[in-house]
Nanobody, 120 residues
Framework: QVQLVESGGGLVQPGGSLRLSCAAS????????MGWYRQAPGKERELVAR???????TYADSVKGRFNISRDSAKKTVYLQMNSLKPEDTAVHYC??????????????WGQGTQVSVSS
């Protein structure tokens, strides 16, 4: 069974920084895209950033220049460095990965979510 385990959320003041991590484990043959999505109360889940297996990164316009996504493919881990955080970044952040599992099916997997709160 494949699992995505997130860590690094918390409460931070505006202008502060947080680093999220997400590690994939289980019977994994390959991973293509890994990324982060977020969902604020009353809003739909939205893409924050994703990174391909080749290292190409895509960001939501709202986080460009403030957030940086990276991955360690050997560790099956994706990171999100969040700087200059704003109150509107407050949301549950979910890790996502597109994975070839032991049944030889490509599937989308999600983490359990980690809360990021930005408030003074």
């Amino acid at each position: 069974q494949v699992q995505l385990v997130e860590s690094g959320g918390g409460l931070v003041q505006p202008g502060g920084s947080l680093r999220l991590s997400c590690a994939a484990s289980g019977r994994i043959f390959s991973i293509t895209d890994m990324g982060w999505y977020r969902q604020a109360p009353g809003k739909e889940r939205e893409l924050v950033a994703r990174i391909s297996s080749g290292g190409t990164a895509t960001y939501a316009d709202s986080v460009k220049g403030r957030f940086n996504i990276s991955r360690d493919s050997a560790k099956k881990t994706v990171y999100l460095q969040m700087n200059s955080l704003k109150p509107e970044d407050t949301a549950v952040h979910y890790c996502h990965a597109h994975i070839l599992n032991s049944d030889y099916y490509w599937r989308d997997y999600w983490g359990q979510g980690t809360q990021v709160s930005v408030s003074s």
